[in-house]
T-cell receptor
Framework: KAGVTQTPRYLIKTRGQQVTLSCSPI?????VSWYQQTPGQGLQFLFE???????NKGNFPGRFSGRQFSNSRSEMNVSTLELGDSALYLC??????????????FGPGTRLTVL | GQNIDQPTEMTATEGAIVQINCTYQ??????LFWYQQHAGEAPTFLSY????GLEEKGRFSSFLSRSKGYSYLLLKELQMKDSASYLC?????????????FGQGTTLQVKP
């Protein structure tokens, strides 16, 4: 069974630009969560999608947005990029939302560098 | 507020046993996860506790005390490949959310 895939793996952008990252969950998984990982802040929750609806959102500005498609694939978008947005963006999928023993499987991440 | 604390770094010797502690204060609790993350790679799932007690999985064991807001990950028979960051994460909120709050991670260095 293929794991979670994320594209692109590496991205370099300049301040003020926007970026779209893509995540394909494990086949059959319907919940997708996004996390930002930086050396200073660690892993921080961005949002969670299930059945094409955002179910939960972390404490990030409105420049960060996302969506989920009917095939459970998800995209996140960051507009007006800032230097502080440089991070590893991780996508995680799970069979369902919440519930016991419902582990999240992480993709390899997209390394975004903002110059 | 949400707070998860882990030691920043630990060092241990190959073949030994190491215990990585995690304390948490969160609004809501629906399970605690441990993940392993090698440098430059994605986190991989190690263990999950939702009830008090010990869960054993080969060389790895994880313990939870909900009343104390405390967990630990025990690694036995350490191998060089166990050198990695170990992340403690708590699922908070209602049972219908997958949101995880992560600690800063513990970097474990295994020496020969």
């Amino acid at each position: 069974k293929a794991g979670v895939t994320q594209t692109p793996r590496y991205l370099i952008k300049t301040r003020g630009q926007q970026v779209t990252l893509s995540c394909s969950p494990i086949s059959g998984h319907r919940s997708v969560s996004w996390y930002q990982q930086t050396p200073g802040q660690g892993l921080q929750f961005l949002f969670e999608y299930f059945s094409e609806t955002q179910r939960n959102k972390g404490n990030f500005p409105g420049r960060f947005s996302g969506r989920q498609f009917s095939n459970s694939r998800s995209e996140m978008n960051v507009s007006t990029l800032e230097l502080g947005d440089s991070a590893l963006y991780l996508c995680a999928s799970s069979l369902k939302m919440g519930g016991a023993y419902n582990e999240q499987f992480f993709g390899p991440g997209t390394r975004l560098t903002v110059l | 507020g949400q707070n998860i604390d882990q030691p920043t770094e630990m060092t241990a010797t190959e073949g030994a046993i190491v215990q990585i502690n995690c304390t948490y204060q969160t609004s809501g609790f629906n399970g605690l996860f441990w993940y392993q993350q090698h440098a430059g790679e994605a986190p991989t799932f190690l263990s999950y506790n939702v009830l008090d007690g010990l869960e054993e999985k080969g060389r790895f064991s994880s313990f939870l005390s909900r009343s104390k807001g405390y967990s630990y990950l025990l690694l036995k028979e350490l191998q060089m490949k166990d050198s990695a960051s170990y992340l403690c994460a708590v699922r908070t909120g209602s049972s219908n959310t997958g949101k995880l709050i992560f600690g800063q991670g513990t970097t474990l260095q295994v020496k020969p």
